[in-house]
């Protein structure tokens, strides 16, 4: 077994604490990862807290890993000692299904082994993520990091970024589409700065009148404060997409009445709380409300090249681990610019 320093929630009202974690030996296809960095995205929140539901306690969050490849398996091809590999929210899936065949391994229909709060395909032993100094995965589920990039700032798109990257793919966002990022947070600032990059112009609507300066600067064209009704009402029927990345229930009518005829809302912000729909917000118009998750194994790799290509990284405040539980409610006041990483040589 490894060793690995870590910090665990113990239950969902406790803050985060040290823990020891004991991770399998590799096996022929596995690679064992020293983690230099980890991101905090909403959803280690949410999960540590129990908010979507029952957590398995102790629970080591994180999917947004990166680090140095310390040993491989027999049969490992695609990594050697010394290269940098990432790994996102998943660990495992069947890799025969529909989904799995079709590279959309996170809608696996068997078993999908998600980073943490999950298991591994034998369905009891339980999988535990990236607050912790070492980690050992199937290659197929690791991703390869390009040598020189800013490695800590490169963490967060293993979640962050793919999270957006997969809706703006999905619905072609290109050259001259008017996108809609709907709360400026680590998914928020992504959105941004890919869809920019994709050619669009952007509109972020916040809650934070403060975020303003940073949005522009981030690559948005507009900034609308959401808190106020009035200033929707220019907006009426002129977005092509909006993606919608906050946290906390909220309500979805004014964002719909943005979109043009036909459009689209994608929501990936997963509040633990319903939200109600006015049905003429979707019906005058024929427009959609859908949802989004992560993104497949083939096409988190594409969007880190993408990412490489076009030195699209993301804006972080680094921390050392003894710092996360302070960093958990800063996250949940909007206070990051725009995502915490931990720095794992403090574990
Ligand atoms: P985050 O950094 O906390 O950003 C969320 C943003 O939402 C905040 O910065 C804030 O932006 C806005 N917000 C927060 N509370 C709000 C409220 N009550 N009303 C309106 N706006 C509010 O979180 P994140 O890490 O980007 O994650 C965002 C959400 O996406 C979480 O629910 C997370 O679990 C989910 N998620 C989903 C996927 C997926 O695959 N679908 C993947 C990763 C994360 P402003 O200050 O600009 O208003
Ligand atoms: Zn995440």
Same mark, same amino acid.
């Given at each position: ?37 980890c ?11 129990g ?14 890993i &990166? !680090?140095? /490849?310390v040993a491989? *398996? ?5 990594? @050697? =000692?010394?290269?940098?590999? +990432? ?6 899936s ?11 391994e996170q809608f ?5 082994a998600?980073?943490y709060?999950?298991?591994?395909l ?7 993520g990236g ?7 199937r290659?197929?589920?690791?991703f ?11 963490a ?14 999905r619905?072609?966002i290109?050259?001259?589409h008017? &996108? !809609?990022? /709907?709360?400026?947070? *680590? ?5 941004? @700065? =890919?869809?920019?990059?994709? +050619?669009a ?11 303003e ?6 690559g ?10 009035a200033?929707f009402?220019?907006l ?9 990345t ?7 009518t ?22 109600e ?6 019906i ?8 989004s998750l992560?993104?497949g194994v ?10 490489f ?28 610019k ?10």
């Amino acid at each position: 077994m490894i060793s690995s320093k870590a910090y665990a929630a113990l239950s969902a009202t406790k803050p985060l604490q040290p823990f020891r974690l004991e991770r399998r030996d590799p096996r022929p296809d596995d690679i064992v990862i020293e983690i230099a960095y980890c991101g905090i995205c909403h959803s280690d929140i949410h999960t540590a807290r129990g908010e979507w539901g029952p957590t398995a306690y102790p629970c080591v969050p994180g999917h947004e890993i &990166v !680090g140095t /490849v310390v040993a491989t *398996g027999k049969k490992v091809r695609g990594f @050697k =000692l010394g290269d940098l590999a +990432g790994v996102g929210c998943l660990v495992d899936s069947c890799g025969t299904c529909k989904a799995c065949r079709a590279s959309e391994e996170q809608f696996c229909q068997k078993h999908i082994a998600f980073t943490y709060n999950s298991t591994e395909l034998d369905g009891k032993t339980p999988t535990q993520g990236g607050y912790s100094t070492h980690i050992v995965v199937r290659e197929k589920y690791a991703f390869r990091i390009k040598k020189g990039v800013p490695l800590a700032r490169v963490a967060p798109l293993l979640c962050a970024g793919i999270t957006t990257y997969s809706p703006l793919k999905r619905h072609k966002i290109g050259k001259g589409h008017r &996108v !809609g990022v /709907v709360g400026l947070g *680590g998914l928020g600032h992504m959105a941004v @700065k =890919l869809s920019r990059a994709m +050619g669009a112009h952007v509109t972020v609507f916040s809650t934070s009148r403060n975020k303003e300066r940073d949005a522009k600067q981030l690559g948005a064209s507009d900034f609308v404060l959401s808190t106020k009704p009035a200033n929707f009402e220019p907006l009426t029927g002129t977005l092509d997409f909006i993606i919608d990345t906050v946290s906390a229930k909220h309500d979805f009518t004014p964002y719909l009445m943005a979109l043009k005829n036909d459009a689209t809302m994608v929501l990936v912000g997963a509040s633990p709380l319903p939200s109600e729909v006015l049905a003429s917000s979707l019906i005058m118009g024929r427009k959609r409300l859908a949802g989004s998750l992560i993104g497949g194994v083939r096409e988190t790799q594409e969007m880190l090249d993408f990412c490489f290509r076009k030195k699209i990284y993301c804006d972080i405040e680094l921390i050392p681990a003894a710092k996360i539980n302070e960093a958990y409610e800063r996250t949940i006041k909007g206070d990051v610019k725009y995502r915490f990483v931990i720095d794992a040589a403090t574990f």
